[in-house]
């Protein structure tokens, strides 16, 4: 995935090279009439992956380390009069995390190092990592505030192409079956949800641009998964987790 995003990039700034060199006015006259405005969009990510609100088993998050997430993306504006249009686009984008958290009777099913497989309630700490790439269609309506300032909203449709939801648990002990059964002394321990991660997201996004120069923007990007992640036969983990994040970047406006 990341080949695809590196492709992705360059593609995306050939395009603007080559069109930089053209006489674009003919193109964006013929545009303009219609009322149709092109942009193509680069920014990175902040953000994570979390229950709403977080359950009593999480008794603290210890770290929280958000890695580097990458979005490209590109769109096509509608406007249906001075103020008001609608947003299509397509986009390229990781979302995931590091984190470290403290639990008490956390649901987990893992492999400890010679091999063994546990399940039970465990007391200790989690280590999670995420790294899921998505394709992204974003849905929007846009309202024209000023001639600088644009503030959007709507939905998001996104298939992930790539899951990793992995870890380890460690520096504590487990309860066969529930937490009263036996426990179980354990240094460290693995596990790996990724085969159970959903194909398909949706949810809301909330966007602001502003008109820094003729054609570059600067925009900011909220959105809010409204589906778990996770399939909906996977109990392990027993509440639902909601990917939150905000993506800053710029736009080249053609």
Known sequence: MKKIFLFSLIALLSIQMSWA??????????????????????????????????????RAIESWNPTMLIAIEGNATKWFSERWGAEVGIRLENKGMKTDAKVKNYNMEMTAADGGYMKGAWTGYVSTKVRNSYLTFPVLATFKVSPRWVLKGGAFLSYMAEGDFSGSAYDGYLRNGDPTGEKVNVTEATYDFSDDLRNFSWGAQLSGEWRAFKHLNIYADFTWGLNDIFKSDFNV??????????????????
């Open 237 to 254: 983990i027993e509440f639902n987790m909601y990917p939150i994040y905000m993506n800053i970047g710029f736009g080249y406006v053609f």
């Open 21 to 58: 060199q053209k006489d674009r006015t003919p193109y964006l006259i013929k545009s303009a009439f219609r009322g149709l405005e092109y942009e193509v969009k680069a920014g990175f990510s902040i953000g994570g992956v979390s229950p709403i609100p977080l359950p009593a088993e999480i």
